[in-house]
T-cell receptor, first 109, second 115 residues
Framework: QKEVEQDPGPLSVPEGAIVSLNCTYS??????FMWYRQYSRKGPELLMY????GNKEDGRFTAQVDKSSKYISLFIRDSQPSDSATYLC?????????FGRGTSLIVHP | DSGVTQTPKHLITATGQRVTLRCSPR?????VYWYQQSLDQGLQFLIQ???????AKGNILERFSAQQFPDLHSELNLSSLELGDSALYFC??????????????FGPGTRLLVL
């Protein structure tokens, strides 16, 4: 079992939909959680980070962490075609970075 | 543009060969990370260097090696290549020691195809 599990998708939604992307992790030592976005043929880039349980909002994006159930979520409101990308969750607690496999999101007009 | 550069962008080679991938971190960043990304395995951490010293090691095969030079650029050497080594190889950099809360800045990747 991988330390960070993420459904690879693809997830296809219409423009304007609310998108929910999720990860689970198994290591209780993980304290830092991030979401990276990767466009096709590009390197990942940091989208959001959070260090504690609860919600963190940035524009149309909300990151949510539930440490009790070891569950990480990213919500995208009013999704746009430009949001079409692969979203990778990251969990960290040591010097070994751990990423999920990434979920491919397709937002169609 | 993240400021991290990788060369070459594409590499096609044959099984059994050896290749070297090169990475220049963002100006001021002291840590360099190497990752392998494939469709079935996702983004796999290989190795991390901080200011020239190996800091953390992940799922790096013995056929692979890396180093970080005094000017902080890094090279990843892949030898005795196999078909299964075909993947995207990313380099990332961060400003500090590689602590888990540090943001990593990724390069554009090197696409390796082993025939």
């Amino acid at each position: 079992q991988k330390e960070v599990e993420q459904d690879p998708g693809p997830l296809s939604v219409p423009e304007g939909a609310i998108v929910s992307l999720n990860c689970t992790y198994s290591n209780s030592a993980f304290q830092y959680f991030m979401w990276y976005r990767q466009y096709s043929r590009k390197g990942p880039e940091l989208l959001m980070y959070t260090y504690s349980s609860g919600n963190k909002e940035d524009g149309r994006f909300t990151a949510q962490v539930d440490k009790s159930s070891k569950y990480i979520s990213l919500f995208i409101r009013d999704s746009q075609p430009s949001d079409s990308a692969t979203y990778l969750c990251y969990s960290g607690g040591s010097y070994i970075p751990t990423f999920g496999r990434g979920t491919s999101l397709i937002v169609h007009p | 543009d993240s400021g991290v550069t990788q060369t070459p962008k594409h590499l096609i080679t044959a099984t059994g060969q050896r290749v070297t991938l090169r990475c220049s971190p963002r100006s001021g960043d002291l840590s360099v990370y190497w990752y392998q990304q494939s469709l079935d395995q996702g983004l796999q951490f290989l190795i991390q260097y901080y200011n020239g010293e190996e800091r953390a090691k992940g799922n790096i095969l013995e056929r692979f090696s890396a180093q970080q030079f005094p000017d902080l650029h890094s090279e990843l050497n892949l030898s005795s290549l196999e078909l299964g080594d075909s993947a995207l190889y990313f380099c990332a950099s961060s400003v500090g020691t590689g602590a888990p809360q540090e943001t990593q800045y990724f390069g554009p990747g090197t696409r390796l195809l082993v025939l």
